[in-house]
């Protein structure tokens, strides 16, 4: 029976007011999600989204069907909270989650945050961002060099939000092979902006998990970067025994979903 083990770390950074970037990390199941910028509360977006995505994964479920449910409700309450507002400007979120049920393993991903596999020390990237540099580089309108400086680097092209939501901005599932000794980071583009891949291979191969998280954050940081920085670490591995009953979204909730304020109720949605 696979689980993940792990830690992660979150800092608003040198500028924002506010974190707007969540993360959660639960023994079977990781999210972070990234409020879009420009949206009226993108910290009651990620909130919102990580939190029911953090619910909707238990042991056992069938973690693609899960997550593909959770998206659903996500996308439902941040519906109902628009419908309900005053406000223009929308609520909307980057989501990069996975889950594990003991042996299948699935991906959800939406915007511009990554998953990465680090596996007998190699590092593969597991996300594509959805971004419009990206798809210019895919068109061969810009060089993959250019990405990096590119006005509008940021604009991302899928994110969860309000419907209607057309079919190609919607998010991208995946299933995964997953094995004991791997080692995933889900990050925001707090971390991506500021490192590239071969400097978060030699970071993420820190042997502790929240040492590693820590580490990335921090060198993120210290790079020059201005935006919120989000990193989960987590090691698959076997659980023997098993695990102590736990409820729906025990784990580590960190950035905007460490205040429990930003979270949307599940249920009797109220205007935000
Ligand atoms: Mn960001």
């Known amino acids: 029976m696979l689980r993940f083990d792990g830690s992660g770390a979150s800092d608003r950074g040198p500028?924002?007011?506010?974190?707007?970037?969540?993360?959660?990390?639960?023994?079977?199941?990781?999210?972070?999600?990234?409020?879009?910028?420009?949206?009226?509360?993108?910290?009651?977006?990620?909130?919102?989204?990580?939190?029911?995505?953090?619910?909707?994964?238990?042991?056992?479920?069938?973690?693609?069907?899960?997550?593909?449910?959770?998206?659903?409700?996500?996308?439902?309450?941040?519906?109902?909270?628009?419908?309900?507002?005053?406000?223009?400007?929308?609520?909307?979120?980057?989501?990069?989650?996975?889950?594990?049920?003991?042996?299948?393993?699935?991906?959800?991903?939406?915007?511009?945050?990554?998953?990465?596999?680090?596996?007998?020390?190699?590092?593969?990237?597991?996300?594509r961002d959805h971004t419009y540099v990206q798809r210019l580089v895919d068109d061969g309108f810009l060089a993959p060099e250019g990405m990096t400086q590119h006005p509008w680097r940021h604009v991302v092209t899928r994110s969860i939000h309000a419907l209607p939501i057309p079919d190609d901005e919607r998010p991208e599932y995946l299933e995964l092979a997953l094995v004991a000794g791997d080692r995933v980071l889900l990050c925001t583009d707090g971390l991506t902006d500021c490192l590239d891949d071969e400097r978060i291979a030699a970071l993420l191969a820190i042997p502790r998990a929240d040492e590693a998280a820590r580490v990335l954050v921090d060198e993120a940081l210290l790079a020059g970067g201005r935006d919120n920085v989000t990193c989960l670490v987590a090691d698959i591995v076997t659980a023997h025994a098993t695990p102590r009953p736990r409820l729906p979204g025990d784990g580590l909730r960190l950035g905007s979903l460490a205040d429990d304020g930003n979270v949307l109720a599940a249920s009797g949605i109220t205007a935000y």
């Open 15 to 127: 500028v924002r007011e506010v974190n707007e970037d969540a993360g959660f990390l639960g023994t079977h199941v990781l999210v972070v999600a990234d409020g879009v910028g420009g949206s009226a509360a993108g910290e009651v977006a990620s909130a919102t989204t990580a939190y029911v995505v953090s619910r909707a994964v238990t042991p056992g479920a069938d973690p693609m069907l899960a997550l593909d449910k959770a998206v659903r409700r996500a996308i439902d309450v941040l519906s109902a909270a628009e419908a309900a507002s005053a406000e223009a400007g929308g609520l909307g979120t980057t989501l990069t989650a996975l889950a594990i049920d003991g042996d299948r393993a699935a991906l959800v991903h939406a915007g511009d945050s990554r998953a990465y596999l680090l596996r007998a020390g190699g590092l593969a990237r597991l996300t």
